[in-house]
T-cell receptor, first 111, second 113 residues
Framework: EPEVTQTPSHQVTQMGQEVILRCVPI?????FYWYRQILGQKVEFLVSFYNNEISEKSEIFDDQFSVERPDGSNFTLKIRSTKLEDSAMYFC?????????FGPGTRLTVT | AQKVTQAQTEISVVEKEDVTLDCVYETRDTTYYLFWYKQPPSGELVFLIR??????QNEISGRYSWNFQKSTSSFNFTITASQVVDSAVYFCALNEGYSTLTFGKGTMLLVSP
């Protein structure tokens, strides 16, 4: 069964560094998402992407964040200058119909 | 604006007990979708069920059942004869049409032997 994949599974970075989180959505899906879950808290929407542009973003998704679909398969989330409070699990999701399929997540630890 | 409330932060049961996880939602749309996800200790989000606003039939899948009641804006989840492997955080979520998912804060279920 097709699935969403994410790499790396765990990323440790120092404050102020740039990180890129990578996702490979399910191949025929058209809508892509990033969500964030700070440890012990709920899953929060960051951004949605359709037709090569951002379709919706939350207040969390400020200028330090960007997304890109650099080729036909990858969907990336870049955090330009990481802060301690960016430490969280980041989930990518994709959908074709109503149901969003989630990847296994990347745990980002900012030290 | 859409909102999902899971009032139970943590529930502890002993194996073989039945347990119900509550979910109450708010939405202004007439067309919306409700979901339950399971998050085991390993961290991934496992899809359990999707229900659309026009289908109020309750659903049963093995030991899992869901009770959708539009009159009370609730979408409760019951696990019958709970098992230790059911221990996880369970999230209820809502989206209106093709919008993004709004999650509740989750309920941590601890099933002890």
């Amino acid at each position: 069964e097709p699935e969403v994949t994410q790499t790396p599974s765990h990323q440790v970075t120092q404050m102020g560094q740039e990180v890129i989180l990578r996702c490979v959505p399910i191949s025929n899906h058209l809508y892509f998402y990033w969500y964030r879950q700070i440890l012990g808290q709920k899953v929060e929407f960051l951004v949605s992407f359709y037709n090569n542009e951002i379709s919706e973003k939350s207040e969390i998704f400020d200028d330090q964040f960007s997304v890109e679909r650099p080729d036909g398969s990858n969907f990336t989330l870049k955090i330009r200058s990481t802060k301690l409070e960016d430490s969280a699990m980041y989930f990518c999701a994709s959908r074709l119909g109503y149901e969003q399929y989630f990847g296994p997540g990347t745990r980002l630890t900012v030290t | 604006a859409q909102k999902v409330t899971q009032a139970q932060t943590e529930i502890s049961v002993v194996e073989k007990e039945d347990v119900t996880l509550d979910c109450v939602y708010e939405t202004r749309d007439t067309t919306y979708y409700l979901f339950w996800y399971k998050q085991p200790p390993s961290g991934e989000l496992v899809f359990l069920i999707r229900r659309n606003s026009f289908d109020e039939q309750n659903e049963i899948s093995g030991r899992y059942s869901w009770n959708f009641q539009k009159s009370t804006s609730s979408f409760n989840f019951t696990i019958t004869a709970s098992q230790v492997v059911d221990s996880a955080v369970y999230f209820c979520a809502l989206n209106e049409g093709y919008s993004t998912l709004t999650f509740g804060k989750g309920t941590m279920l601890l099933v002890s032997p």
